[in-house]
């Protein structure tokens, strides 16, 4: 029987939630009064691996992985993701771990803070700083978000190996066609109302970029104000916030399967970070930007503060798709079709920090 799997990353530990037909079940936390900022689920192999960025007050920064669905995690004796010395850095967080697609069977990537991306070849055992990116020559002007400065997101190409978009707070875009070696800005046609020149080559505070289940050049990006989309992998980006509430937020998500369907969870403002309209709301485009529509059945209806973080909302890979997304208040949503209702599967977590979800066989 195919069953979903549900991680969900708290500032106090993992939850792992499977649903068997339409039951669900919880375990955890995990990583207990650990903050888990970051949640891997590999399905290129036979038996998917888990991989979780835990952060400790004590023990500081780790990642740990799974192969048994959560039930035992395997931490390196080595630390897996560490700065060489002569980087003088260290190691604040890891943001976002990413398995590559079926072109790269066993590579992982870590988008780290300080910002820098690191590569693993072994599933998440052990990681390399990938220096082209932490050597740009523009990254003593990049500057840290309200978040800190980080990578916060990678985008693969699952027709090429060599292909790799980050997304870094706050210095923007960044591209590589030949695996890392090198690295340019794409950031054409996205604002940056902050700075004095709102349309600079670098600088965005880009929040989250989702792809195109259709089509990999395409990509939805949610951004310090904006919602856009690139339909040439990032090289230009075209405004399509028009129709929603606000076009702030912090997530973006693509539907696995639709073409042109994606997802946001608008905020009202960077000065007033609850959601758009304080209505707990997702919007939905079904043509690629052109237009919006808001998802509310099953949802709360009152007033409503729960702010949802750039990697706190997620699909998974099932037909009808299941759409997630947790937020600040400790709550869980869940959409079993493709997001037209939804249900409250958790209520009282810690902060929700990162949602995955994923189909297993």
């Not at 990681?127 to 990116?133: A, T, Y």
């Not at 980080?150 to 090429?160: E, F, K, P, Q, S």
């Not at 990006?221 to 919602?227: A, I």
């Not at 369907?261 to 209505?279: K, L, M, Q, T």
Request: charged share 20%.
């Amino acid at each position: 029987m195919t069953e979903v799997l549900l991680a969900v990353g708290t500032r106090k530990g993992l939850f792992m939630g499977r649903r068997r037909g339409g039951r669900w079940e919880f375990d955890g936390p995990h990583f207990n009064a650990q903050a888990v900022y970051s949640i891997g689920i590999d399905t290129r192999r036979g038996t998917p691996r888990l991989l979780a960025g835990g952060d400790s007050a004590h023990w500081g920064p780790s990642v740990f992985h799974s192969d048994d669905l959560g039930a035992t995690w395997t931490e390196p004796a080595q630390p897996a993701v560490k700065f060489p010395k002569d980087t003088g850095a260290s190691l604040e967080r890891v943001w976002q771990l990413h398995p590559a697609g079926p072109a790269a069977p066993d590579v992982v990537y870590a988008g780290t803070e300080p910002a820098a991306l690191f590569r693993s070849e072994d599933a998440g055992e052990t990681f390399e700083l990938v220096r082209p990116l932490w050597e740009h020559p523009t990254r003593s002007r990049w500057v840290p978000g309200g978040g800190g400065e980080a990578v916060h997101t990678v985008v693969t190409d699952r027709r090429d190996a060599n292909a790799v978009t980050v997304a870094v707070s706050t210095a923007g875009v960044f591209r590589s066609l030949d695996g890392g070696a090198g690295w340019n800005p794409s950031n054409q046609g996205v604002s940056a109302v902050f700075l004095p020149d709102p349309h600079p080559d670098f600088g965005q505070c880009v929040h989250k970029i989702a792809q195109d289940a259709g089509d990999p050049d395409r990509l939805y990006l949610q951004n310090h104000w904006g919602v856009y989309r690139s339909d040439d992998a990032g090289a230009k980006w075209t405004d399509i916030g028009e129709g929603l509430p606000s076009d702030f937020g912090f997530a973006v998500a693509a539907h696995p399967h639709r073409p042109d369907v994606a997802y946001v969870f608008p905020i009202n403002a960077d000065a007033d970070r609850v959601p758009a309209g304080r209505r707990c709301r997702v919007y939905r485009t079904s043509d690629a930007g052109a237009t919006w529509e808001p998802l509310t059945y099953g949802l709360p209806e009152g007033d409503h503060y729960g702010t949802v973080l750039r990697d706190a909302m997620c699909t998974d890979d099932a037909d009808p798709a299941g759409v997630y997304f947790g937020n600040r208040n400790g709550e869980l949503y869940a959409s079993a079709d493709d997001g037209d209702s939804w249900r409250q599967l958790a209520s009282h977590l810690p902060d929700v920090l990162c949602v995955r979800a994923a189909t297993i066989g």
